[in-house]
């Protein structure tokens, strides 16, 4: 269990450094208006394609820690969230977004998947944060609380400004919810692996 939580830790740190690293160095997305995905549009697609299946194979490890931890008595919809995230970020990933302008079926369901993903993400965030935070070392409670609602509000801030009129908005909240669900993540994998090296 603990190699688990190691390695779910390393790969979502390797993913925030990726996505970051994407929006320094691929100038033809803008971090505010444009979504996340159109780095997949360009010269950038396979980095960005590795970010995507990094940070998964990171939810899939956590997810494994999940389903088979006694000690931190979590909901049994956190789980059963984490599968849908795990493979609705697969198919994010293998159904193309549309270009810029364009609206074809590809791209509807892209956004549907898309949506599935991030609802995935804070459901189990949401229902997982107490019972991870409870017999956690002081700092970590706090990050995980913390971190909890700052993607509540960037998921709040991403539902908003997918009006038109606020459109242009759009791509900062939605980096920030991926980064404060990326960072929750490798925070719930540091507590597991506190659990583990307890138990």
């Known amino acids: 269990m603990l190699m688990l939580s190691i390695g779910s830790a ?30 997949a549009l360009g010269a950038w697609r ?7 299946y990094i940070g998964t194979a990171g939810a899939l490890l956590l997810l494994a820690q999940f389903a088979s931890d006694r000690s931190t008595q979590l909901p049994a919809v956190v789980p059963i969230a984490m599968v ?7 198919l994010v990933l293998w159904v193309p977004t549309d270009q810029p302008g364009e609206s074809t079926r590809s791209g509807k369901l892209h956004l549907v998947f898309a ?20 017999g956690a070392p002081a700092w970590l409670a706090a990050g995980l609380a913390s971190v909890r609602w700052l993607a509540m509000v960037s998921l709040t801030g991403v539902v908003v400004t997918m009006l038109p009129k606020l459109k242009r908005a759009f791509g900062a909240f939605e ?7 990326m960072l929750w993540f490798l925070l719930a994998s540091v507590r597991m692996g506190i659990a583990a090296r307890i138990a």
């Not at 970051?20 to 208006?33: N, T």
């Not at 849908?84 to 697969?90: E, I, Q, T």
């Not at 980096?175 to 669900?181: C, D, E, K, Y």
């Open 175 to 181: 980096r920030a919810f991926l980064f404060s669900t």
């Open 10 to 39: 390393v790969l979502y740190a390797v993913a925030i450094v990726m996505l970051a690293c994407l929006h320094g160095q691929d100038r033809g997305v803008h971090w505010a208006s444009d979504p996340v995905s159109n780095h």
């Open 46 to 52: 396979g980095v960005f394609n590795m970010y995507g």
């Open 84 to 90: 849908v995230l795990v493979v609705s970020r697969v």
């Open 115 to 134: 949506i599935a993903s991030f609802a995935a993400a804070y459901t189990a965030i949401a229902n997982a944060t107490a019972a991870l935070a409870h």
